[in-house]
Nanobody, 119 residues
Framework: QVQLVESGAGLVQPGGSLRLSCAAS????????MGWYRQAPGKQRERVGM???????TYVDSVKGRFTISRDNAKNTVYLQMSNLEPGNTAVYYC?????????????WGQGAQNTISS
C-alpha cells in the first residue's frame, strides 16, 4: 500500500501562486509514476501533470508554462508549483501514484485538496 498525503492547498487571488506537496509513505523511487489530477465542479477528473520514475515530466496543455512538477527523493515528496493561477484552475487536486505490486500496476490516490482561485 502507498499512502499519499497532500498539503499546501488554499485560497488565492487570480495571478497568485500555490505549491502543493504530496508525501508518499514509501520511497518514491519504487513508484513508477506520480502526479496530479484535478476535478472542477461539474467536470470530470483530468490529469494535470505526471513525473515518471525516470524523471520524464508531462503536463496538460492548459497548464504548460505555469505549473511545474518536481520531486525530492530524500523526502519522498512530489510538488506541484502553480503560478499565474486563474479562476478556471479552481478544483480539488488529487495526488496520484502508480506502483508495481506483484507485477501488477496499482493506482493510489491522495485524499484531495481544494484549491480556490477567487478575488
Amino acid at each position: 500500500q502507498v499512502q499519499l498525503v497532500e498539503s499546501g492547498a488554499g485560497l488565492v487571488q487570480p495571478g497568485g501562486s500555490l505549491r502543493l506537496s504530496c508525501a508518499a509513505s514509501v520511497s518514491i523511487s519504487s513508484i513508477v509514476v506520480m502526479g496530479w489530477y484535478r476535478q472542477a465542479p461539474g467536470k470530470q477528473r483530468e490529469r494535470v501533470g505526471m513525473i515518471t520514475n525516470g524523471g520524464k515530466i508531462t503536463y496538460v496543455d492548459s497548464v504548460k508554462g505555469r505549473f511545474t512538477i518536481s520531486r525530492d527523493n530524500a523526502k519522498n515528496t512530489v510538488y506541484l508549483q502553480m503560478s499565474n493561477l486563474e479562476p478556471g484552475n479552481t478544483a480539488v487536486y488529487y495526488c496520484y501514484a502508480a506502483r508495481l505490486v506483484r507485477d501488477v500496476l496499482v493506482n493510489f490516490w491522495g485524499q484531495g485538496a481544494q484549491n480556490t482561485i477567487s478575488s
